[in-house]
């Protein structure tokens, strides 16, 4: 593999972060969102219009992706599910104003359907896609949410069409996001809405924290910025026409577990700070600039 993984673009590419050896392998990787790893695959880009992807992107078959967040069972979301409401419902009063009783919505990713039961009742009519079966079960069960077990590709064979579709920390995770996007621009009523986060490379915090940046994670296929976004975008008919800061809120104690692993060095301080009860409940907001809503739109066809 020696050319940038989107066909539109095809340029030469090149190692941008290289951790030697990798100690483990893909089977070994754990999928889950709240996932306590930070082991880093090797990071390439593309010379031509710079997108960024891991090593795994380019060796490891779709099918053994998606397999993967099919088995997921995340019970340290489970048990942060009051956190991430008091998340999603921020991230909701920033894009409430693309929701009405009008709208028909799908979210790509859904996962424990915190976000959906958020949406479902400001809309028409909501649908989730999540791959997860256990995610999917949870959704149904505990919030009542229309949930399809299923990729977009399979989804996209119905043809049904969405006035709005999100998706929330997603595209990074897709092993094929090219595929995605026009598969999605297929599924977009006319002037439809795509609203999606996700984090930006070439913020100033993954810039200066460089081959350390966090967010670089085996789970992590491809790693974009506001540039190569908005170029595969409108390769797909899709315009983004607003960006907006995505500040997340975290439980400390969730916000500790992170730090020691980033922070290996000072573990025993983040220990001693995590048997301190009364700090577990307290709600963190997190803004490090270099987490984005997108909003993106379907340029009519003439």
């Known amino acids: 593999m020696k050319t940038c993984l989107n066909k539109k673009c095809l340029g030469n590419i090149k190692l941008l972060y290289d951790y030697g050896e990798s100690n483990y392998n893909f089977n070994d990787i754990n999928f889950d969102c709240t996932t306590n790893s930070y082991l880093k695959p090797k990071i390439y880009i593309c010379e031509k219009c710079k997108l ?8 490891i078959p779709k099918s053994n992706v998606e397999n993967k967040y099919n088995i997921i069972v995340d019970d340290i979301y489970i048990s942060e599910i009051s956190h991430k ?13 693309c929701f009405d009783k009008r709208k028909t919505v799908l979210e790509i990713g859904s996962y424990y359907g915190v976000f959906g039961n958020i949406i479902k009742p400001n809309v028409k009519s909501y649908s989730g896609l999540e791959l997860s079966a256990h995610g999917s079960d949870y959704a ?45 621009e297929k599924i977009l009523n006319t002037d439809g809405l795509l609203i999606f ?23 992590h296929l491809f ?23 995505d500040p997340r809120i975290v439980s400390f104690f969730y916000l500790l577990n992170k730090l020691e692993l980033i922070f290996p060095k000072f573990k025993f301080i983040f220990k001693i700070a995590k048997k301190i009860k009364i700090l577990h409940h307290i709600n963190i907001n997190v803004n490090l600039f270099d987490l984005n809503i997108y909003y993106a739109k379907k340029k009519p066809k003439f």
Not at 52 to 59: L, M
Not at 197 to 219: E, V
């Open 223 to 245: 790693y974009f910025s506001n540039k190569t976004l908005k170029k595969l975008c409108l390769e797909n008919n899709l315009e983004i026409f607003k960006i907006k800061n």
């Open 140 to 184: 149904k069960n505990n919030y009542e949410l229309e949930i399809f077990n299923e990729t977009i590709k399979e989804h996209a064979k119905k043809n049904v069409k969405y006035d709005v579709i999100v998706m929330t920390d997603v595209i990074e995770h897709f092993p094929d996001p090219f595929e995605a996007l026009e598969l999605i």
């Open 197 to 219: 986060t996700t984090f930006n490379m070439d913020s100033l915090y993954a810039k200066i924290t460089g081959r350390n940046y966090h967010w670089i994670l085996p789970f």
């Open 52 to 59: 960024k992807f891991s090593e795994f992107a380019t060796n």
């Open 85 to 97: 409401e008091k998340y999603f419902l921020s991230l909701y009063k920033k894009i409430s104003h």
